[in-house]
């Protein structure tokens, strides 16, 4: 059969030839046109996702400023007790040894201003501690007044003055170590029924001392 097949003319084999050309040309073309489209596609994509990272970031940064803008308004936020302690680290060594020597005045003038309300010495305080510190002083201060009753009069009826006199002190002493154990509402009524009695016997040895 190949005798009587007829041979392309070559007018036709250019005519292909230039369609071949021209279909890849076009497909070449059509398949870089699609490229393009699928870079701008995604280089679209990649924008949104950068502009979303960016907006995350500048939340992120907003939400840090208001944090720290709050932590600076709190004196006790974490971040302000760290810099109180890195002060303190700096100022204790100074500040400690003029604190402690304050404190020891402070604590010097208060004793000596009880002791002086109590009647007795600054060396004393300790004996007169307690709720009845204050009747506790005033019946030793009695006491001493007696001892110079009986010092300056030899006489039977100071001696029993201040026989007597001492015995009701001893009482007096014993009920108010007995009440700094009571309720405080008791305490209270027994420490005043104390005062009173106690008024009475300084009266009358302020009286044999010849005190108006």
């Known amino acids: ?8 003319r070559r007018p036709n084999r250019r005519a292909e030839a230039k369609a071949l050309k021209h279909k890849a040309a076009m497909e070449a073309k059509l398949g870089a046109k699609n490229e393009r ?18 907006a995350t970031l500048q939340a992120e940064e907003k939400a840090a400023l208001k944090a720290a803008a709050r932590a600076e308004r709190d004196p006790f936020s974490p971040g302000q007790v760290k810099k109180y302690i890195g002060v303190a680290r700096v100022l204790v060594p100074v500040l400690a040894p003029l604190a402690y020597r304050a404190a020891t005045y402070l604590r010097g003038q208060l004793d000596a201003r009880r002791a002086k309300q109590l009647g007795v010495g600054v060396d004393q305080l300790g004996d007169y501690a307690g709720h009845g510190g ?10 001493a007044a007696l001892d110079k009753i009986a010092n300056g009069n030899a006489g039977k009826d100071s001696q029993q003055f201040v026989t007597s006199a001492r015995n009701r002190l001893a009482a007096l002493d014993s009920a108010v170590r007995t009440a700094d154990q009571m309720p405080a509402t008791r305490r209270r009524s027994v420490h005043s029924s104390i005062a009173t009695e106690l008024s009475k016997i300084e009266a009358d040895v302020l009286a044999r001392l010849g005190v108006a």
């Open 1 to 8: 059969m190949g005798l009587f097949t007829k041979r392309k």
């Open 37 to 54: 489209k699928r870079q701008r596609t995604e280089a679209r994509a990649q924008r949104k996702v950068a502009k979303a990272q960016i």
């Open 134 to 143: 204050r009747l506790q002083a005033r019946i030793s201060n009695t006491e």
